[in-house]
């Protein structure tokens, strides 16, 4: 299980503090409360996964529990310790609150595949398989074709059988052909959440079983932990270890917290926050000896804080920002031993990674594999602001800036113990800020407007408040 290191929580830097202090005080006191009153108005349900009709190793059981506790109006799940065979995705629900006892383990059952004969068409509840019996009701499963990537696959739940008939819970999101191979595998998220709002786990062990399992889901549609289209989602001491996948990946979501995760030895990245998902914090957190990056941010994936994690010996970056993700701190992180750059900044069709602050972290030495520099930043960049850092000596140059960007600034670092000067920067050194600026952007999810989400057909946001977001469910 992940242990939490608040004791040792720095301060945030004096530039990041006040950018995030404004926003921070304007608050949503109104909101918090009509959350605390609805809570109080309709009293949490407990029930225990090992009593009474919700016993059982397998999925099924707490599934059961989670179900009966959001048809009462909300409650809490609590697992019993144990390992439970997961044969789909555990699905978590809104105002549900499920927290695993020491010893409680959700692990992934090995897959089986069939080809599907016929052609498929986007739209429909329904597969055909050539060996259906291989897929009761209640298996998770992925459909996928070798012209189908990303979010063209599917993941559904089988959850009704006619002859070579599969019925799904899910419509296909693409069309999958025979000549591409088409076909089921009955691979899945262990854990999963789907529109839903003010849920949160806790304190369990999610196991991959890749020694078992052969089939790597990609992040867009599965990770150990998934969630897309969901709001309000915190996930607090959960250990994620040898998925086939993204340790945790969520995909067009508001308001999600990952708090003192342990997120390892899986066959993808760490962490993937992903899809125009917006407003999230990732604190306290360990990823290491993934694949792929130890934080991987995706498409369009904005205001965001990134602090106090520890990243290492991943196989790619430690920290991967891409394509229109902007205003971001990255604030107070260990990121070392990772086979290519600490942070790389992704070379964008037009935009990435602008008004990003990166402050008091602990970098390197990373690029075991292959590196250009521990802070790597593309032409046409700007607003990318380097403070305060620590970087391991040995390294060299610690930043490399292509031609073409403005406004990035690089101030108050080190190199061990010697304060960083203008040779430890590569490139256009002349495009370089050597001191702090005055007038730093606003960044982190109290600096993104209440129409923010109207890319995720969010008309208005309710209030950010960092201290009250994810209370619901809690005592």
Known sequence: MATGKHSRRRFLSSSAQAILAAGLAAGCEGSAGRRAARVSENPMKTLTVGEGKYQGATNAAIQRAIDDAAAAGGGAVIVAPGVYLMHDALHLRSRVRVVGQPGAVLKKVPSVESKIPDFLGYGHYEVTVEEPEKFPVGTGIHIIDDGAGGFYTTVATVIGREGD???????????????????????????DAEAAEDASLEDITIDGNCQEETFCLNGCRGGGIFAIRSARLAFRNVEIRHYRGDGLSFQQSIDVLLDRCHVHHNIGHGLHPGSGSVRYIMQDCRAHDNTGCGI??????????????????????????????????????????????????????????????IVANRIGPNGAKDCRSEIAIPAGLKEVH??????????????????????????????????AGDGD???????VLRERPKDLPAVGPAALPLDGARHLNVAKLPPWNDAGMWAVGRS
């Open 296 to 357: 991987f941010y995706c498409l369009r994936t904005t205001h965001s804080i990134c602090r106090q994690n520890d990243l290492r010996a991943n196989g790619q970056a430690g920290i991967s920002v891409g394509e229109r993700d902007t205003d971001h701190l990255i604030e107070g992180n260990t990121i070392a031993g990772n086979g290519q750059e600490g942070i790389l900044f992704r070379q964008p069709t037009r935009t990435s990674g602008d008004r990003t602050l």
């Open 386 to 419: 380097v403070l305060d850092n620590t970087f391991a000596p040995g390294q060299a140059p610690v930043l490399s800036v292509a031609s073409g960007c403005r406004r990035i600034s690089f101030a108050e670092n080190k190199i061990g113990d010697r304060a």
């Open 425 to 431: 920067i590569a490139g256009a050194v002349q495009d």
């Open 165 to 191: 008939r599969l019925f799904i819970n899910r419509m296909l999101n693409h069309d999958y052909h025979v000549a591409k191979h088409a076909r089921v595998i009955s691979v899945y998220p262990i854990v």
